[in-house]
């Protein structure tokens, strides 16, 4: 969909920003830009939207070379997410997010129509849609700015940093929403990142860049971990790579029979670990009944520890039973338990997948 052939840009104090990029940006899903800073990541993404120009080569897009379309009337039919928003502080968000509809030729009713749809898309209110960016959180901002990108429906969406200027929370939960966003609509995303755990979270495709815009490798993110192409890729994907492949590792673990009980209920002595349960089978803390009997109550509980959806890679089941006080990870689905697993369990079955 996306097709970069040969393309370097030199800037005209000669620095080199990308050198001789070949890069294949297939339709629909994520594909992320990642490298140390200085790499040539943001060059290479406005290349698509010719707010910068290669100095040779071509980039192509749906076949066709985008220096052969106007700038401006590109530039409006790709959407673009950059750090910080970049809203205008004066407009109002709904007014932010109409910008490109109206630049369109949209009239008001629509465009207002398409950016109330968008807003709501990224999971915000009409009350927050008469307010000034300034009115709202960085992480609401962003999500402005992710509407905006959206509002006129463009096949294309590119993100330069998206998440970078806000906490670690409201990154993950931005990071999710742009992955629902990207499967509802279809669209295809292009991300610029330097963080190559956001890299291997939310790429579909991940092309890592070193120095002067090279392509030190193009792959799916359980295949970077997995064979890194060099060293630069092993020492950028990090020393941990082995562990956090796991992430991507589906075991067939079958989760083992829990004794529950709920909270009042008795528990005979000697019982071992007890998990808690509620009316409707969703975990509530466990009780170690080893040396005491009687009626269960929240006093003898002991927090849970990370819960693993049934169907959970090797690196949440395993967490999920490191991190709980039984040493059995709860697994669960739709919130109620369905059983446990040990960490011993998982690692057995990853030693049958070689
Ligand atoms: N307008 C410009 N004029 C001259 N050099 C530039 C210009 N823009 C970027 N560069 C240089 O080109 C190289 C690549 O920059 P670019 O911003 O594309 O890298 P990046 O990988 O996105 O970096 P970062 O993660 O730090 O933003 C850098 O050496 C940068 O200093």
Same mark, same amino acid.
């Given at each position: 969909? +996306?097709?970069?052939?040969?393309?370097?840009?030199?800037?005209?104090?000669?620095?080199?920003?990308?050198?001789?990029?070949?890069? &294949?940006?297939?339709?629909?899903?994520?594909?992320?830009?990642?490298?140390?800073?200085?790499?040539?990541?943001?060059?290479?993404?406005?290349?698509?939207?010719?707010?910068?120009? @290669?100095?040779?080569?071509?980039?192509?897009?749906?076949? !066709?070379?985008?220096?052969?379309?106007?700038?401006?009337?590109?530039?409006?039919?790709?959407?673009?997410? +950059?750090?910080?928003?970049?809203?205008?502080?004066?407009?109002?968000?709904?007014?932010?997010?109409?910008?490109?509809?109206?630049?369109?030729?949209?009239?008001?009713?629509?465009?207002?129509?398409?950016?109330?749809?968008?807003?709501?898309?990224?999971?915000?209110?009409?009350?927050?849609?008469?307010?000034? @960016?300034?009115?709202?959180?960085?992480?609401?901002?962003?999500?402005?700015?992710?509407?905006?990108?959206?509002?006129?429906?463009?096949?294309?969406?590119?993100?330069?940093?998206?998440?970078?200027?806000?906490?670690?929370?409201?990154?993950?939960?931005?990071?999710?929403?742009?992955?629902?966003?990207?499967? &509802?609509?279809?669209?295809?995303?292009?991300?610029?990142?330097?963080?190559?755990?956001?890299?291997?979270?939310?790429?579909?495709?991940?092309?890592?860049?070193?120095?002067?815009?090279?392509?030190?490798?193009?792959?799916?993110?359980?295949?970077?971990?997995? &064979?890194?192409?060099?060293?630069?890729?092993?020492?950028?994907?990090?020393?941990?790579?082995?562990?956090?492949?796991?992430?991507?590792?589906?075991? %067939?673990? !079958?989760p083992r029979?829990v004794?529950?009980?709920?909270?009042?209920?008795?528990?005979?002595?000697?019982?071992?670990?007890?998990l808690?349960?509620?009316?409707?089978?969703?975990?509530?803390?466990? %009780?170690?009944?080893?040396?005491?009997?009687?009626?269960?109550?929240?006093?003898?509980?002991?927090?849970?520890?990370?819960?693993?959806?049934?169907?959970?890679?090797?690196?949440?089941?395993?967490?999920?039973a490191?991190?709980s @006080?039984s040493?059995r990870g709860v697994v669960?689905?739709?919130?109620?338990?369905?059983g446990t697993v040990g960490?011993?369990?998982?690692? %057995?079955?990853?030693?049958?997948?070689?």
């Open positions: 969909m +996306i097709r970069f052939e040969s393309v370097t840009k030199r800037y005209a104090d000669g620095t080199v920003a990308v050198d001789d990029l070949t890069l &294949e940006v297939p339709r629909g899903g994520i594909t992320v830009l990642v490298g140390p800073s200085g790499c040539g990541k943001t060059t290479s993404l406005r290349m698509v939207n010719r707010m910068v120009e @290669p100095t040779s080569g071509r980039v192509l897009l749906d076949g !066709e070379d985008v220096a052969a379309r106007p700038a401006a009337q590109l530039r409006r039919s790709i959407g673009y997410v +950059i750090q910080h928003a970049g809203l205008f502080p004066h407009r109002t968000v709904l007014g932010n997010v109409m910008t490109v509809p109206r630049l369109l030729g949209w009239d008001r009713a629509r465009a207002r129509a398409a950016a109330m749809e968008a807003l709501e898309k990224v999971g915000l209110t009409a009350d927050q849609a008469r307010r000034y @960016p300034a009115q709202l959180s960085g992480g609401q901002q962003q999500r402005v700015g992710v509407a905006r990108a959206l509002a006129s429906g463009p096949e294309v969406v590119l993100m330069d940093e998206p998440f970078s200027a806000v906490d670690p929370i409201v990154r993950a939960e931005l990071q999710d929403e742009v992955r629902r966003l990207q499967r &509802e609509l279809g669209i295809t995303v292009v991300l610029v990142t330097h963080d190559i755990d956001e890299a291997l979270g939310l790429g579909d495709t991940v092309a890592v860049l070193r120095e002067g815009g090279h392509l030190a490798q193009v792959a799916d993110p359980a295949t970077l971990l997995a &064979e890194p192409a060099d060293d630069f890729v092993a020492s950028f994907v990090g020393r941990d790579r082995g562990y956090r492949a796991l992430g991507f590792a589906d075991v %067939a673990v !079958e029979p004794p529950t009980a709920r909270l009042g209920e008795s528990v005979p002595a000697g019982a071992g670990w007890v808690a349960v509620d009316e409707a089978g969703a975990p509530l803390g466990w %009780a170690d009944a080893t040396g005491w009997g009687g009626p269960l109550t929240e006093q003898r509980l002991q927090r849970l520890g990370g819960l693993a959806p049934l169907g959970a890679s090797a690196r949440t089941l395993l967490d999920a490191l991190s @006080p040493r669960v689905a739709d919130g109620r338990v369905v960490a011993d369990e998982v690692l %057995a079955a990853l030693g049958e997948r070689r």
